[in-house]
Nanobody
Framework: QVQLVESGGGLVQAGGSLRLSCAAS????????MAWYRQAPGKQRELVAD???????NYLDSVKGRFTISRDNAKNTAYLEMNSLKPEDTAVYYC?????????????????WGQGTQVTVSS
């Protein structure tokens, strides 16, 4: 199996910054895409940003210009740099990774989620 461990959440004032990290470990053969989602109370989970193994990125419109996703393929780690944070960015942020893992009979596709990390932005 593959495990995703997130870190870096916390409480910050509006206009502040946070950096989230997501480290993947386990029997990883390759990770195709890594992504950050968020879910605010009473709302559906939404995609914040994703990045391919080649570095192609995609962002939610409301975070463009403020958030930057990056990854270190050698470390199987993704990052989300969040600047100019707003109260509406408050949510639990989840890491997601999709790729191939090693198992008894060779390789198989995987899609795993992290446990989530709380980001709270005060006004």
């Amino acid at each position: 199996q593959v495990q995703l461990v997130e870190s870096g959440g916390g409480l910050v004032q509006a206009g502040g910054s946070l950096r989230l990290s997501c480290a993947a470990s386990g029997r990883i053969f390759m990770i195709n895409a890594m992504a950050w989602y968020r879910q605010a109370p009473g709302k559906q989970r939404e995609l914040v940003a994703d990045i391919t193994s080649g570095g192609i990125t995609n962002y939610l419109d409301s975070v463009k210009g403020r958030f930057t996703i990056s990854r270190d393929n050698a470390k199987n780690t993704a990052y989300l740099e969040m600047n100019s944070l707003k109260p509406e960015d408050t949510a639990v942020y989840y890491c997601n990774a999709a790729g191939e893992e090693l198992w008894l009979f060779g390789r198989r596709r995987f899609n795993y989620w992290g446990q989530g990390t709380q980001v709270t932005v005060s006004s």
